[in-house]
């Protein structure tokens, strides 16, 4: 009897991103929020904003929830990400 044992693994290394340039300051800037759409997120972007808000100066929040929460951002949200400052993306369950 034969055994054939398959490998899973990638024949490549997928490119890694490059890191943004960190921002000087929060002040003044948008700051966007993806949530994975779970009920434990809620409470923690509510008050994150409050924080980023008073302490921080954030100008504007963006909050956007996918459609799938085990899912990548839906396109729209990740074309969207290009007019925010800063982006935290979050799971709660």
Same mark, same amino acid.
């Given at each position: 009897?034969?055994?054939?044992?398959?490998?899973?693994?990638?024949?490549?290394?997928?490119?890694?991103?490059?890191?943004?340039?960190?921002? =000087?300051?929060? #002040?003044?800037?948008?700051?966007? $929020?993806?949530?994975?759409? #779970?009920?434990?997120? #809620?409470? $923690?972007?509510?008050?994150?904003?409050?924080?980023?808000?008073?302490?921080?100066?954030?100008? #504007?929040?963006?909050?956007?929830?996918?459609?799938?929460?085990?899912?990548?951002? =839906?396109?729209?949200?990740?074309?969207?990400?290009?007019?925010? =400052?800063?982006?935290?993306?979050?799971?709660?369950?």
């Amino acid at each position: 009897m034969t055994f054939h044992v398959l490998d899973p693994t990638a024949e490549k290394t997928a490119p890694l991103g490059q890191a943004a340039p960190r921002l =000087d300051t929060l #002040k003044g800037k948008t700051v966007g $929020f993806i949530s994975n759409g #779970k009920e434990g997120t #809620k409470g $923690f972007f509510r008050h994150l904003e409050q924080i980023l808000r008073e302490e921080y100066g954030v100008a #504007k929040v963006v909050s956007r929830t996918k459609s799938n929460y085990s899912a990548p951002a =839906d396109a729209p949200i990740a074309a969207e990400i290009k007019q925010w =400052d800063a982006m935290i993306s979050g799971i709660g369950d």
